[in-house]
T-cell receptor, first 114, second 111 residues
Framework: DADVTQTPRNRITKTGKRIMLECSQT?????MYWYRQDPGLGLRLIYY???????NKGEISDGYSVSRQAQAKFSLSLESAIPNQTALYFC?????????????FGSGTQLSVL | KQEVTQIPAALSVPEGENLVLNCSFT??????LQWFRQDPGKGLTSLLL?????REQTSGRLNASLDKSSGRSTLYIAASQPGDSATYLC??????????FGPGTRLSVLP
């Protein structure tokens, strides 16, 4: 089983719909991240969480919200999806302790907003 | 603000060649640097992590070096194989900041 699991793998939705992307990890890491990847723009940070009670905006948080339900779970919501939110979304984790802040990624969610 | 660049943007080589991918960063006060591999439409797989106190790391045919003073890291791939074809990204972590990713180098190894 994957250490960082994202669901769904693919999602097609319509403009204006609310959707949630979920991420769970079995690595025991305290830090979790949501990124989006667009061709030509690279990886951009949406939100990050250093522990359950710590939520921080990244460089492109507008139109997104997150919830850290437990140390192992971090979900990303699009409140009202729009076409320019079509992208590949990644969840990632790292360990602030002995792991040296090595970053581990999930397999990604390809989101299409029509 | 940290900026990360990677040269070349794309590279095509015949199988068996040794090759070097470059990663440059503007702020040398880094905590670590990490190299990733990404296959099309897939997630990023960590290849090597170099802490700020280290000069290089090796894993199999891969060797990554770090020169903080010049703001550069190189990923050396020995005896390249078609299975090495992928996009390679570097990411830099500065103290008190978040990871900053380079745009990647798209590698094609031809049989």
């Amino acid at each position: 089983d994957a250490d960082v699991t994202q669901t769904p793998r693919n999602r097609i939705t319509k403009t204006g719909k609310r959707i949630m992307l979920e991420c769970s990890q079995t690595k025991g890491h305290d830090r979790m991240y949501w990124y989006r990847q667009d061709p030509g723009l690279g990886l951009r940070l949406i939100y990050y969480s250093f522990d359950v009670k710590d939520i921080n905006k990244g460089e492109i948080s507008d139109g997104y919200s997150v919830s850290r339900q437990a140390q192992a779970k971090f979900s990303l919501s699009l409140e009202s999806a729009i076409p320019n939110q079509t992208a590949l979304y990644f969840c990632a984790t790292s360990d602030s302790g002995s792991g040296g802040e090595k970053l581990f990624f999930g397999s990604g969610t390809q989101l299409s907003v029509l | 603000k940290q900026e990360v660049t990677q040269i070349p943007a794309a590279l095509s080589v015949p199988e068996g060649e040794n090759l070097v991918l470059n990663c440059s960063f503007t702020d040398s006060a880094i905590y670590n640097l990490q190299w990733f591999r990404q296959d099309p439409g897939k997630g990023l797989t960590s290849l090597l992590l170099i802490q700020s106190s280290q000069r290089e790391q090796t894993s199999g045919r891969l060797n990554a070096s770090l020169d903080k003073s010049s703001g550069r890291s190189t990923l050396y791939i020995a005896a390249s194989q078609p299975g090495d074809s992928a996009t390679y990204l570097c990411a830099v972590l500065n103290y008190g900041q978040n990871f900053v990713f380079g745009p990647g180098t798209r590698l094609s190894v031809l049989p």
